[in-house]
């Protein structure tokens, strides 16, 4: 191999794909090295080992279930609406609407003896969580990689279907339409706060206290003790690094910056994140809208109120024709399928500029 293809081989290597069998990693190897043609019937039966049926065009294959449960594992840390989102698995992409009520309007009662109790019904509401199918991009890899045995392929083409799947999927979970793609955050959530005319680039100390304090606080400080999820409390901002920008200079009537790069209380915190501001850390993510007339750059609140859903089925196609192979290469694709919603449209307000 050249100089360039030992470095791509070494850094491939580093970060195999986890957790696969033996017999799953043996039979996707033999598929991604080698078309439906070159394979004899050893090679056939390690390719079923690590698949499940065959789907419409050229070199395609649905992933076997144990096999897509780990890809879907793998996306689980990839962008910044994973690191807060509560997550879901489901087999299979049927429609999926999931219940979900709002409680905070709702008391109790102070009771007599022998008195009777009231009623007060719950209002339940429907939060679409539809499965929408993404695709990697075809992406090649030189026939020289796919013929050599020392180079990882299953982790190069499921490290790179990843990437690529793991942020067209967080662009959707920030500000899907929630027709032909998940619904996003930012489309979910209520305005608390909009900013006063003039503000169309720019957020003041009072605006953000007023986004704080437009959610209730019930929201932010109650976690369910019983969730095994590590995401069951995700309060907190998210925006991208230019409102940063404009948020880094702020300082209060002391002069003193808004923004703290520490926090001495960390037990809220849910995964990696960029410092803290009123208190609350700051989960930076490239996604969200930058300022502009309008625009809805700021979200607080519950973040783990938004919830991803997974679907568990992942196809793999390989190509082999000859617009590819005149240069050289093999050509790989990857399909998954995910939903998203914001569960409680209480518990995460953003912020919106003016629009003029």
Known sequence: MSNNLHYLYAAVHAARFPKLSAAQHAGLDTFLRKSAGAMDQIDKTRVWAAMSTTTPGEGGYLVAPAVAQQFVDTMKGYGWMRQVATPISTENGAALSYPGTDGTAEVGE????????????????????????VGSKVFTVPIELVQDAAFDIVSYVMARARA????????????????????????????????????TLTVTYDDLVDLVDSVDEGS???????????????????????????????????????WLPTYEDRSRDVGRHHG???????????????????AKSIAFGNLSSYVVRDVAEVELHRMDDSSF??????????????????LDTSAVKVYQHSAT
């Open 164 to 199: 690529r799947i793991g942020r067209v999927q967080n662009l959707q979970f920030t500000t899907g339409n929630g027709t032909t793609e998940p619904t996003g955050l930012v489309t979910a959530a209520a305005v608390g706060k909009t900013g006063t005319t003039g503000q």
């Open 325 to 342: 192979l005149r240069a050289g290469q093999v050509g790989f694709l990857a399909t998954a399928r995910a939903g998203g919603n914001l």
């Open 110 to 133: 102070a009771l007599a003896q022998n008195a009777s109790s009231t009623s007060l019904d719950m209002t339940f509401f429907g939060r679409s969580l539809n499965a929408h199918k």
């Open 276 to 294: 803290y501001l009123l208190g609350y850390p700051v989960y930076i993510n490239n996604d969200m809208p930058s300022p502009g007339a309008s």
């Open 220 to 258: 932010l400080e109650m976690p369910d003790a019983s969730s095994d999820n590590p995401a069951a409390m995700a309060p907190g901002w998210m925006f991208n690094q230019t409102t940063r920008k404009v948020i880094r200079k702020l300082k209060d009537s002391n002069g003193r910056p808004l």
